[in-house]
């Protein structure tokens, strides 16, 4: 994963994914019950959600590699974190192991991206 033709954080393939998965468990999460709405379902949607906005900040402060590394740091967070909702909606019964284990999938594949960005932060810095 290079600089080479990105022009904003839209164009992070990482940033597509997430998001995609974030409406993908938008969708799973209507099916859940009234009684899950102010913890399992907000929670699992916030912590989706704050995967591509913290990513989108990350972007906006690539002047400063400490913050960028910040920012990717917290949508790495909250990436772990849907999967902890994950479990818990696939352990409740709320969602199929198999639709689980797919967007679980995916949250590795958003894990590793953030990690190799983490860790080759250098080249995505703005240079002065």
């Known amino acids: 994963m290079g600089r080479g033709h990105i022009k904003s954080h839209e164009d992070l393939e990482v940033l597509q994914i997430a998001f995609d998965a974030a409406m993908r468990i938008y969708e799973c999460s209507k ?42 740091n917290d949508s790495e967070a ?28 995916t949250y590795n594949q958003i894990l590793g991206s953030l990690v190799k960005m983490i860790n080759n932060s250098s080249i995505w810095i703005l240079k002065k």
Request: net charge positive; aromatic share 12%; hydrophobic share 40%.
């Open 78 to 105: 909250e990436a772990a974190e849907t999967q902890i909702w994950i479990k818990f909606a696939v352990k409740c019964n709320y969602l199929n192991v198999e639709s689980g284990r797919e967007i679980y999938t």
């Open 31 to 72: 099916i859940f019950p009234v009684e899950e709405k102010y913890s399992l379902t907000d929670q699992i949607r916030r912590s989706s959600r704050s995967v591509c906005a913290n990513l989108a900040e990350a972007w906006r402060k690539r002047r400063y590699q400490a913050a960028f590394i910040a920012k990717l």
